[in-house]
């Protein structure tokens, strides 16, 4: 299976949210890594445990830590 369901969880999660993720983290290879890291970490599974509400501000916290 290529596309688990954690990362189609994550894929549609995080849709919304890639412009702003782009206006914030504007170098295209610096916002590779974040997307490489966030992959690569907890938050898939976080995704799945909590809710939107808590998946957004962890999101929003990682986004400020990585800038």
């Known amino acids: 299976e290529i596309l688990t369901d954690e990362m189609a969880n994550f894929a549609r999660f995080i849709g919304p949210y890639r412009h ?10 610096r916002r590779r890594q974040f997307y490489l890291n966030l992959i690569q ?19 929003i916290r990682r986004v400020s830590e990585f800038r």
């Open 41 to 59: 970490s907890d938050f898939p599974s976080f995704l799945t445990e909590n809710s939107n509400e808590e998946a957004l501000s962890e999101l």
């Open 20 to 29: 702003r993720i782009r206006s914030l983290i504007t170098d295209s290879l």
